[in-house]
Protein backbone atom coordinates (compact mmCIF):
# COMPACT_ATOMS: atom_id res chain seq x y z
CA UNK A 1 0.00 0.00 0.00
CA UNK A 2 0.77 3.36 -0.40
CA UNK A 3 1.50 3.57 3.47
CA UNK A 4 3.55 0.96 3.69
CA UNK A 5 5.95 2.45 0.95
CA UNK A 6 5.86 5.92 2.19
CA UNK A 7 6.74 4.33 5.92
CA UNK A 8 9.83 2.91 4.09
CA UNK A 9 10.84 5.70 2.27
CA UNK A 10 10.67 8.07 5.58
CA UNK A 11 12.43 5.23 7.35
CA UNK A 12 15.50 5.42 4.60
CA UNK A 13 15.09 9.68 4.70
CA UNK A 14 16.15 9.31 8.70
CA UNK A 15 19.41 7.45 7.54
CA UNK A 16 19.99 9.55 5.20
CA UNK A 17 19.54 12.85 7.18
CA UNK A 18 21.61 10.79 9.69
CA UNK A 19 24.72 10.64 7.42
CA UNK A 20 24.28 13.49 5.73
CA UNK A 21 23.16 12.66 2.43
CA UNK A 22 19.21 13.51 2.21
CA UNK A 23 19.34 16.76 0.65
CA UNK A 24 21.04 15.72 -2.55
CA UNK A 25 17.88 13.72 -3.46
CA UNK A 26 15.71 15.12 -1.36
CA UNK A 27 14.00 17.07 -4.21
CA UNK A 28 13.70 13.99 -6.51
CA UNK A 29 11.55 11.82 -3.44
CA UNK A 30 7.24 12.26 -3.73
CA UNK A 31 5.71 10.82 -0.97
CA UNK A 32 2.58 8.84 -2.17
CA UNK A 33 -0.95 9.96 -1.52
CA UNK A 34 -2.69 7.76 1.28
CA UNK A 35 -6.03 7.66 2.00
CA UNK A 36 -6.39 9.66 5.49
CA UNK A 37 -10.12 8.74 5.50
CA UNK A 38 -11.06 6.75 8.49
CA UNK A 39 -13.50 3.93 8.74
CA UNK A 40 -17.29 3.86 8.12
CA UNK A 41 -18.94 2.34 10.79
CA UNK A 42 -21.66 -0.60 9.99
CA UNK A 43 -25.01 0.97 9.20
CA UNK A 44 -27.62 -1.14 11.76
CA UNK A 45 -28.67 -3.39 9.31
CA UNK A 46 -25.24 -4.59 8.53
CA UNK A 47 -24.55 -4.98 12.03
CA UNK A 48 -27.49 -6.88 12.10
CA UNK A 49 -26.45 -9.30 9.00
CA UNK A 50 -22.85 -9.62 10.39
CA UNK A 51 -24.03 -10.86 13.68
CA UNK A 52 -26.33 -13.61 12.50
CA UNK A 53 -23.72 -14.83 10.15
CA UNK A 54 -21.33 -14.89 12.59
CA UNK A 55 -23.88 -16.94 14.76
CA UNK A 56 -24.85 -19.94 12.15
CA UNK A 57 -20.74 -20.23 11.82
CA UNK A 58 -20.05 -24.29 12.61
CA UNK A 59 -17.81 -23.01 15.35
CA UNK A 60 -18.96 -22.56 18.41
CA UNK A 61 -16.51 -20.23 19.61
CA UNK A 62 -16.90 -17.86 16.20
CA UNK A 63 -19.79 -15.49 17.38
CA UNK A 64 -18.55 -15.21 21.02
CA UNK A 65 -15.19 -14.28 19.78
CA UNK A 66 -16.47 -11.35 17.15
CA UNK A 67 -18.66 -10.16 20.35
CA UNK A 68 -15.59 -9.75 22.09
CA UNK A 69 -13.15 -8.19 19.90
CA UNK A 70 -16.40 -5.89 19.17
CA UNK A 71 -16.94 -4.88 22.54
CA UNK A 72 -12.99 -4.44 23.84
CA UNK A 73 -11.22 -3.40 20.94
CA UNK A 74 -8.67 -6.30 21.83
CA UNK A 75 -5.93 -7.16 18.99
CA UNK A 76 -6.22 -10.36 17.39
CA UNK A 77 -3.21 -11.97 19.09
CA UNK A 78 -4.32 -10.60 22.46
CA UNK A 79 -7.92 -12.54 22.46
CA UNK A 80 -6.44 -15.81 20.12
CA UNK A 81 -3.79 -16.45 23.04
CA UNK A 82 -5.96 -15.24 25.58
CA UNK A 83 -6.02 -17.44 28.77
CA UNK A 84 -8.33 -18.01 31.41
CA UNK A 85 -6.60 -16.22 34.28
CA UNK A 86 -6.55 -12.89 32.61
CA UNK A 87 -10.64 -12.52 32.92
CA UNK A 88 -11.88 -11.13 36.20
CA UNK A 89 -15.61 -12.55 35.88
CA UNK A 90 -16.57 -10.60 39.36
CA UNK A 91 -13.87 -7.43 38.35
CA UNK A 92 -15.89 -7.42 35.10
CA UNK A 93 -11.94 -6.89 33.57
CA UNK A 94 -9.68 -8.48 31.11
CA UNK A 95 -6.12 -7.96 31.46
CA UNK A 96 -3.88 -8.50 28.23
CA UNK A 97 -0.46 -10.82 28.81
CA UNK A 98 1.84 -10.15 26.26
CA UNK A 99 0.80 -7.40 23.32
CA UNK A 100 2.17 -5.91 20.14
CA UNK A 101 3.67 -3.38 22.40
CA UNK A 102 5.61 -2.93 25.83
CA UNK A 103 2.98 -0.20 26.97
CA UNK A 104 0.43 -2.22 26.31
CA UNK A 105 1.24 -5.58 28.27
CA UNK A 106 -0.55 -5.66 31.06
CA UNK A 107 -3.24 -3.33 30.17
CA UNK A 108 -6.39 -3.84 31.92
CA UNK A 109 -9.80 -3.60 29.89
CA UNK A 110 -13.30 -3.08 31.41
CA UNK A 111 -15.68 -5.27 29.94
CA UNK A 112 -19.44 -4.23 29.54
CA UNK A 113 -22.13 -6.89 30.05
CA UNK A 114 -22.32 -8.12 26.69
CA UNK A 115 -18.68 -8.83 26.36
CA UNK A 116 -19.01 -10.53 29.74
CA UNK A 117 -21.67 -12.71 28.82
CA UNK A 118 -19.20 -13.65 25.54
CA UNK A 119 -16.71 -14.66 28.09
CA UNK A 120 -19.25 -16.34 30.43
CA UNK A 121 -20.77 -18.30 27.37
CA UNK A 122 -17.41 -19.93 26.65
CA UNK A 123 -16.32 -20.43 30.18
CA UNK A 124 -19.47 -22.43 30.33
CA UNK A 125 -18.72 -24.85 27.33
CA UNK A 126 -15.45 -26.03 29.50
CA UNK A 127 -16.22 -25.99 33.31
CA UNK A 128 -13.62 -28.00 34.26
CA UNK A 129 -10.82 -25.23 32.53
CA UNK A 130 -7.77 -24.50 34.60
CA UNK A 131 -6.59 -20.98 34.71
CA UNK A 132 -4.06 -21.32 32.65
CA UNK A 133 -5.83 -23.19 29.55
CA UNK A 134 -6.48 -21.08 26.38
CA UNK A 135 -10.00 -19.44 26.34
CA UNK A 136 -9.83 -20.31 22.34
CA UNK A 137 -8.24 -24.02 22.28
CA UNK A 138 -8.17 -25.53 18.75
CA UNK A 139 -10.92 -26.37 17.03
CA UNK A 140 -10.85 -27.92 13.50
CA UNK A 141 -13.70 -27.85 11.39
CA UNK A 142 -14.13 -29.98 7.87
CA UNK A 143 -16.53 -28.99 5.40
CA UNK A 144 -18.61 -31.05 3.40
CA UNK A 145 -20.76 -29.71 0.88
CA UNK A 146 -22.13 -26.47 0.71
CA UNK A 147 -21.98 -24.27 3.80
CA UNK A 148 -22.06 -27.40 5.86
CA UNK A 149 -19.50 -28.94 8.28
CA UNK A 150 -18.46 -30.97 11.26
CA UNK A 151 -15.79 -31.88 13.63
CA UNK A 152 -12.83 -32.99 11.94
CA UNK A 153 -11.51 -36.33 13.02
CA UNK A 154 -8.74 -35.44 15.97
CA UNK A 155 -10.53 -32.97 18.09
CA UNK A 156 -11.94 -33.80 20.96
CA UNK A 157 -15.53 -33.93 21.35
CA UNK A 158 -15.49 -34.53 24.88
CA UNK A 159 -14.99 -31.29 25.24
CA UNK A 160 -11.22 -31.54 26.99
CA UNK A 161 -8.74 -28.96 26.34
CA UNK A 162 -6.38 -28.01 23.72
CA UNK A 163 -2.78 -27.09 25.08
CA UNK A 164 -2.12 -24.90 22.33
CA UNK A 165 -4.04 -21.75 21.18
CA UNK A 166 -5.93 -21.36 17.90
CA UNK A 167 -3.75 -20.81 14.97
CA UNK A 168 -4.12 -18.10 11.88
CA UNK A 169 -5.91 -19.05 9.01
CA UNK A 170 -2.62 -19.43 7.18
CA UNK A 171 -1.65 -22.45 9.05
CA UNK A 172 -4.06 -24.68 7.43
CA UNK A 173 -3.93 -27.92 5.37
CA UNK A 174 -6.33 -30.25 3.80
CA UNK A 175 -10.20 -29.77 4.01
CA UNK A 176 -9.87 -28.75 7.68
CA UNK A 177 -9.97 -24.85 8.77
CA UNK A 178 -8.24 -23.65 12.16
CA UNK A 179 -8.82 -20.95 14.12
CA UNK A 180 -12.57 -19.57 15.03
CA UNK A 181 -11.73 -16.32 15.94
CA UNK A 182 -9.09 -15.59 12.84
CA UNK A 183 -9.15 -12.90 10.82
CA UNK A 184 -9.85 -14.60 7.49
CA UNK A 185 -11.59 -17.80 7.68
CA UNK A 186 -10.17 -20.17 4.82
CA UNK A 187 -10.52 -23.44 3.85
CA UNK A 188 -9.09 -26.25 1.10
CA UNK A 189 -11.83 -25.97 -2.05
CA UNK A 190 -11.08 -27.35 -5.66
CA UNK A 191 -9.46 -25.68 -8.01
CA UNK A 192 -12.39 -24.17 -9.55
CA UNK A 193 -12.69 -21.97 -6.62
CA UNK A 194 -12.80 -18.66 -8.30
Not at 149 to 170: E, F, H, K, L, Y
Request: net charge positive; charged share 30%; hydrophobic share 30%.
Amino acid sequence: SNRTINMEVATCRQILKRHKLWNTISDDVKMLPEDKTLGKPLANDEAVRLREACRKSPSPSFYPAMVIFGNTALRNAELREARWYQVDFLGAKFQVDKAKTAGGSGRVIPLNRTALDAFRQLRSRWPDAQPTDFIFPSEKLKFQGKGAAQRARGTRPDGRRRRRPVRSGASMTGATMSSPCSQRRRHQRPRSRH
